[in-house]
């Protein structure tokens, strides 16, 4: 297992997308956060606003999926469902004597990481680069320090979910072009259930997944039974996704 993280993060830091991503990521959220703080992009309601961050309003892009699973989906496109049809590197794993389950959740590991660092750290750092250089440091309070511990910790968990849940797009499709199509139209399927549907009894369901608590984690105030029930809802989520992953890469045709 060990040998094959390595083997996988190798791999992600030799591809040309990754770190056409990080310089794409980089210089958008350089972009977005100058614009932001110089007062040419007005953004206001937000949840950072609540918390009195409202200089890192230009946070709140990245935190939409429909923004970030572009980008993960991309990432996973590239990286991950190409190999099964011109590598030949998930076979030769496999013949290797590998277990599949050890293969599927290395790839998890090393592309979620991977994920984090574009989607999330990236953004984060740029925000937190920004305030000490303008002279905005004094925000970073302990009481602003603590909500965004405990938003970005249960961010991260649910984040996690959705990188599950593409792989999974990208081990069923093998094409890049399909990852990327199919985990947009999830994106757009949730959004319009969240927005568009007002039937109670789908709302509670929807209030129970993990694209729920993407938005919900970020609320200024959570009481202790949020808390928890966030957590919960993205454990149970994301081991969910993973062994149903693990089943579907164990029965799937290798050629």
């Known amino acids: 297992m060990t040998n094959l993280i390595k083997a996988e993060c190798y791999k992600l830091t030799r591809n040309k997308t990754f770190w056409v991503l990080i310089v794409t990521m980089a210089g958008l959220s350089l972009l977005l956060h100058l614009l932001v703080i110089l007062d040419w992009w007005q953004l206001s309601g937000t949840v950072f606003d609540q918390a009195g961050l409202s200089e890192w309003n230009a946070l709140t892009a990245f935190h939409l999926s429909l923004f970030f699973n572009i980008v993960i989906s991309t990432l996973a496109g590239f990286y991950l469902a ?14 290797s004597g590998h277990k599949r389950s050890h293969i ?15 989607a999330i750290l990236i953004p984060f750092v740029t925000a937190l680069i920004f305030v000490w250089l303008l002279g905005h440091g004094e925000i ?21 979910s959705f990188t599950a849940i593409v792989l999974w797009i990208a081990v069923a499709t093998e094409d ?15 959004f ?10 789908v709302q509670a369901v929807y209030e129970l997944t993990f694209f729920y608590q993407l938005s919900e984690v970020f609320q200024y105030q959570l009481t202790s039974t949020e808390v928890i029930k966030s957590v919960l809802v993205g454990m149970v989520s994301l081991l969910l996704l993973l062994g149903c992953g693990v089943f579907v890469f164990n029965r799937k045709e290798i050629k």
């Open 104 to 118: 599927f959740l290395a790839k998890y590991v090393i592309y979620s990481l991977g994920s984090v660092l574009v």
């Open 140 to 160: 970073l309070n302990d009481t602003n320090n603590l909500y965004l511990a405990r938003a970005y910790s249960l961010f991260v968990l649910q984040f996690l």
């Open 82 to 95: 190409t190999e099964f049809t011109q590598s030949g590197v998930i076979k030769n794993q496999i013949m």
């Open 192 to 201: 319009a259930i969240e927005k568009l549907v007002t039937v109670p009894f």
């Open 176 to 190: 890049s072009g399909k990852t990327i199509l199919f985990t947009l139209l999830l994106a757009i399927v949730m």
